[in-house]
C-alpha cells in the first residue's frame, strides 16, 4: 500500500474515538493537541479520560458504539479490541466517506498514524506503512536523540527570522543566501549552551 502523507488541521473538527482504554487515551491527548473536538463512545472510561470528561475536553456517551454514531465526524479512530465492533465501525464510516484508522487493523483503514517527534512545531513523521511499528518507534527514539527540546524554540526563532528575510530582500537568491548563512552558523549550539545574549547578534550578522 502506498500511502499519501498529509498533515491535517482539525481545529474545531468533530474526532469520534471508540474505546475508553489506554490506547483510545493516547489517541484521544494528540486529537485534543490539535484543536479537535472529541466524543468518546465506551461503556467505561480509564481515569485519565475521566477527568478530561470532567474537565469538559470530551464528551463522552457511555454505552457500546451504535450504527449512527458518526453522523457529523470528520475523523474516527476505532481503539477498541473487538473485531466485530470494528467491522461495524468501518461499515459506518465507509458509507459515510469518513477518515478511519482502526488502530493495528490496517486493512480496515484509509488513514494510518505515523510514529512522530514532535519539537513545537516541528514534526517529524516516521512510517512505515504498517508493516513494522517496532521499528519506526526505534527510528523515532534515535531521532529525539538528534533532534533535542532546543529544537522547538530553534523553529520559533527561524519562523520569526524569516519575515525579517522577507522584508530586507526582494530577490529569491538573496533570501536563500540568507537562509544559508543563518542555518550554517552557530545559532543553534548558542540555543544549547544558552548564550541568548549572542543570538540576535548573530542572525544581524547573517541577515
Known amino acids: 500500500m502506498e500511502y499519501y ?36 463512545i465506551s461503556p467505561e472510561l480509564g481515569e485519565d479520560l475521566n477527568m478530561l470528561k470532567i474537565k469538559g475536553d470530551i464528551e463522552h456517551i457511555g454505552r457500546e458504539y451504535r450504527k449512527g454514531d458518526l453522523e457529523g465526524a470528520f475523523v474516527v ?14 461499515e459506518e464510516a465507509n458509507v459515510l466517506n ?39 518507534k526505534k527510528i ?3 531521532l529525539e536523540k538528534i533532534f533535542g527540546p532546543e529544537y522547538e524554540f530553534y523553529v520559533n526563532l527561524l ?20 537562509w544559508r548563512r543563518i542555518l550554517e552558523s552557530d545559532i543553534l549550539d548558542l540555543i544549547r549552551e544558552g548564550k541568548d545574549g549572542l543570538i540576535e547578534e548573530r542572525i544581524k550578522e547573517c541577515i
Open 77 to 90: 479512530v476505532g481503539a477498541t479490541d473487538e473485531p466485530s465492533v470494528n467491522k461495524l465501525v468501518y
Open 5 to 40: 502523507p498529509v498533515y491535517l488541521n482539525l481545529k474545531g473538527k468533530k474526532c469520534v474515538v471508540i474505546g475508553g482504554g489506554n490506547v483510545a487515551e493516547r489517541k484521544v491527548l494528540a486529537l485534543i493537541g490539535c484543536g479537535a473536538k472529541i466524543t468518546v
Open 98 to 136: 469518513l477518515l478511519l484508522n482502526i488502530v493495528d487493523v490496517p486493512e480496515l483503514c484509509n488513514f494510518i498514524v505515523p510514529s512522530i517527534v514532535k519539537r513545537g512545531d516541528l514534526k517529524l513523521s516516521i512510517s512505515t506503512s504498517g508493516k513494522a511499528p517496532a521499528l519506526a
Open 159 to 178: 519562523g520569526e527570522t524569516r519575515e525579517r528575510i522577507k522584508q530586507k530582500y526582494k530577490s529569491s537568491d538573496e533570501r536563500n543566501d540568507a
Open 140 to 142: 523515532r527514539l534515535e
